[in-house]
């Protein structure tokens, strides 16, 4: 089941994305729940964490804002896909801000709607991928998104996530195999970073969002500085695709 809400006050573009997405759903084997919203009052009244995987916005609400949605969404700690719709691109910069999935200008045809779910679906779907890692006599599953990095002490490795801290004998390596590359980056021969979760970079480390530092050998700082910014610019370009 996908949910998802639409913030949209004009009742013909309603009738118009319920459609599209219900074609879509019948051609591609998807099940979705829909919500409609009118006014973005309406929207809260009925609004909790992680309720709605995707949020189609209109950023000219009668009613509200879209981008004042969108912005207070991410404030929240919510990692939907956002689409937002518009008659204009006056916003495309506050959509990027806000890691817009897409980017619909009015008026609205079925092609746009497709190519929107498309890529929503396409990220939920990397979102779920998850390893199996040993802990004690137990494995339990984690998903690759809440990973910020891995670093070794005495054989045991150590998996930083959002939550918590997962310690496992499992060898650096053969968890460098499972994350399967990018966005993981083995920066050091004891430590693996997730991209995704660095703030900054220096000549001899990654500062991550969450303020801990990931060493960067001297040896090699050149060469893994430069996979990280090649990151970096290869997914700035794919977003601003999106929003095309």
């Known amino acids: 089941m996908v949910y998802i809400a639409v913030c ?14 219900k074609n879509y759903s019948a051609i591609n084997g998807y099940d979705f729940e829909i919500a409609f919203f009118s006014t973005a009052a309406d929207f809260w009244a009925h609004y909790q964490l992680g309720a709605f995987n995707i949020i189609f916005l209109d950023i000219y609400l009668e ?36 890691s817009a999935r897409h980017y619909i200008i009015k008026p609205i045809v079925e092609d746009k709607i497709v190519e929107a ?35 070794v002490f005495n054989k045991v490795s150590v998996i930083h996530t ?22 993981f980056l083995r920066c050091h021969r004891c430590s693996i970073i997730n991209m995704n979760y660095v703030a900054d970079h220096t000549t001899a480390d990654f500062i991550m969002k969450n303020g801990d530092r990931v060493g960067i ?28």
């Open 217 to 244: 050998p001297r040896s090699n700082s050149v060469v893994v500085r430069q996979q990280y910014l090649d990151y970096v610019f290869t997914k700035v370009r794919g977003e601003t695709g999106a929003k095309q």
């Open 162 to 183: 959002t939550n918590e801290e997962i310690k496992t004998y499992l060898p650096l390596s053969q968890l460098e195999n499972l994350l399967g590359g990018t966005p």
């Open 63 to 98: 009613e509200g804002n879209g981008i004042e949605i969108g912005k207070e969404l991410r404030n929240r700690g919510e990692d939907c896909q956002m689409v937002f719709i518009t008659s204009s691109r006056d916003f495309a910069i506050e959509g990027f801000e806000l």
């Open 117 to 151: 779910l498309n890529r929503c679906l396409a990220m939920l779907a990397e979102d779920m991928k998850a390893i199996q890692i040993p802990v004690g006599k137990l494995e339990i599953a984690l998903r690759l998104k809440d990973i910020i990095y891995v670093e």
């Open 8 to 21: 949209e006050d004009e009742p013909e573009h309603q009738e118009k994305i319920r459609v599209f997405l």
